[in-house]
């Protein structure tokens, strides 16, 4: 079983920035894709960003250009690097990994004030 610790999370102002980071309790080089989500109040969870074992990324349209998913084996951990943060970024994002099977971690919130 797979363990996923998300952290840093907050509350930061408009245009501000918040590095998120998911901790894995294995090497993430057994997963195949590794990602970000966000679910924010009232909505479907939605992919923000994704990074596969090749190095290949994807980011959903209303991130890209600000968000910056990267990944550090020797620590095991993924990253999301969020900057220019705007209100409607304000939700709980999930880090999500994918190898045989597909784990979640807890989610961290993130708030952006305008």
């Known amino acids: 079983q797979v363990q996923l610790v998300e952290s840093g999370g907050g509350l930061v102002q408009a245009g501000g920035s918040l590095r998120l980071s998911c901790a894995a309790s294995e090497s993430i080089k057994n997963f195949n894709v590794m990602g970000w989500y966000r679910q924010a109040p009232g909505k479907q969870r939605e992919l923000v960003a994704h990074?596969?074992?090749?190095?290949?990324?994807t980011y959903a349209g209303s991130v890209k250009g600000r968000f910056t998913i990267s990944t550090d084996n020797a620590k095991n951990a993924v990253y999301l690097q969020m900057n220019s943060l705007k209100p409607e970024d304000t939700a709980v994002y999930y880090c999500r990994v994918t190898s045989l099977f597909v784990y979640w971690g807890q989610g961290t919130q993130v708030t952006v004030s305008s």
């Open positions: 990074i596969i074992s090749g190095g290949s990324t």
